[in-house]
């Protein structure tokens, strides 16, 4: 799986839009862009994930740029529920890739002010 | 539905122990996954499992071993426990689009 590229830390307030970058110059046709999560003292969730159209679904939309070689996780609307370290993986789904398990970088650690 | 149970949630090993922590998925997935995360990293792949009776080697399998006899558990063994294996570690099921992931267990070496 190619690999992906997002700052270490972001702050935003309460109640305000977020925009969380990744960066994946080098991906491949086949790759689907996907979103985990993972609260304090949890395990990792699943949040969203896209292949070329943007996409929306209850917890965050998923902007993916013409080329392919950044997308954004957007929260519309931030509460301090959603701080949390924010993964983005690329996964080669169309040629079985993802099966052999996930690559999780370090991600964005995302602080939310009240 | 629990989803993926793991246990314990908290353990304190004396170096050279043995343990085995267990992860339990009432999905029925076929794929189970075993990671592990020190403080301040991402996850690391340590065992995963494609079915009952395959098992395969992640990034990180040295001083771990695991089974798979059931759709529904995959219980992970440390042999003769060292302070590098100090971590959280998480069981993981699904395919492909999402993985569910357990709660973790913290695991201490001493």
């Known amino acids: 799986d190619a690999k992906t590229t997002q700052p270490n830390s972001m702050e935003s307030n309460e109640e305000e839009p977020v925009h969380l970058p990744c960066n994946h110059s080098t991906i491949s046709g086949t790759d689907y862009i996907h979103w985990y999560r993972q609260l304090p003292s949890q395990g990792p969730e699943y949040v969203i994930h896209?292949?070329?159209s943007n996409v929306n679904n209850r917890m965050a939309s998923l902007a993916i740029a013409e080329d392919r070689k950044s997308s954004t996780l957007i929260l519309h609307r931030a509460t301090l529920r959603d701080a949390a370290v924010y993964y983005c993986?690329?996964?080669?789904?169309?040629?079985?890739?993802?099966?052999?398990?996930?690559?999780f970088g370090k991600g964005t650690h995302l602080i939310i002010q009240p | 539905n629990a989803g993926v149970t793991q246990t314990p949630k908290f353990r304190i090993l004396k170096i050279g122990q043995s343990m085995t922590l267990q992860c339990t998925q009432d999905m029925n997935h076929n794929y189970m996954y075993w990671y592990r995360q020190d403080p301040g990293m991402g996850l690391k792949l340590i065992y995963y499992?494609?079915?009952?009776?395959?098992?395969d080697k992640g990034e990180v399998p040295n001083g771990y071993n695991v089974s798979r006899s059931t759709t529904e558990d995959f219980p992970l063994r440390l042999e003769l426990a060292a302070p590098s294996q100090t971590s959280v570690y998480f069981c993981?099921?699904?395919?492909?689009?999402?993985?569910?992931f357990g709660s973790g267990t913290q695991l201490s070496v001493l």
């Open positions: 499992s494609v079915g009952a009776g395959i098992t």
């Open positions: 896209g292949l070329t």
């Open positions: 993981a099921t699904g395919h492909n689009e999402k993985l569910f």
């Open positions: 993986i690329l996964i080669a789904l169309l040629t079985g890739g993802g099966a052999d398990g996930l690559t």
